[in-house]
């Protein structure tokens, strides 16, 4: 969880919303660990959990990993929860829940629907108020008047993260 925060932190750093994923292996290898990149890449599919996977599975030469796990910083949306079914993953570590875009515990609650054909356990609400931190920090400094020369709470001090 601490390399899914520091990637969630070096996204925010990135201008990108501060949300980081990492995909661990059994044995406790990272296979993947990205932050959001949806503006760098102009690509609205480019979220932290997806390119995790992606990573994963190209490291793994495999479509599936069915021995791993995702530490992500948010609740995934239901693009991401797809893509973690899909993925056949074992268990699913998230941070602060989001009920307005997340679709774990939320929303079309993608896990629990007779459609979805795998479903891993899933553990929320880890280090929820920090994961949460982060977030309103990155918004509050948006929307902030000096939006632009403000930095985001909790990317000036990351040691021994990650
Ligand atoms: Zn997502």
Request: charged share 20%.
């Amino acid at each position: 969880m601490a390399r899914a925060f520091a990637e969630a932190a070096a996204a925010g750093a990135r201008g990108e919303v501060p949300v980081g994923a990492v995909v661990v292996a059994a044995d406790g290898a990272v296979l993947g660990a990205a932050g959001n990149r949806v503006e760098e890449l102009c690509d609205p599919t480019a979220h932290a959990e997806l390119l995790a996977i992606r990573a994963a599975c190209a490291a793994r030469a495999a479509p599936r990993l069915p021995d791993c796990d995702l530490y992500v910083t948010l609740e995934p949306c239901a693009l991401c929860a797809a893509a973690i079914s899909f993925a056949r993953l074992r268990r699913l570590f998230f941070g602060a829940y989001d009920p307005k875009g997340g679709a774990v515990d939320h929303g079309p609650r993608l896990f629990t629907q007779p459609t979805c054909h795998h479903a891993p356990e899933v553990v929320g609400g880890i280090e929820e108020r920090r994961a949460g931190a982060l977030l309103r920090g990155f918004f509050a400094a948006r929307r902030g008047p000096d939006a632009e020369a403000r930095r985001v709470p909790g990317t000036r001090s990351t040691p021994g993260l990650g």
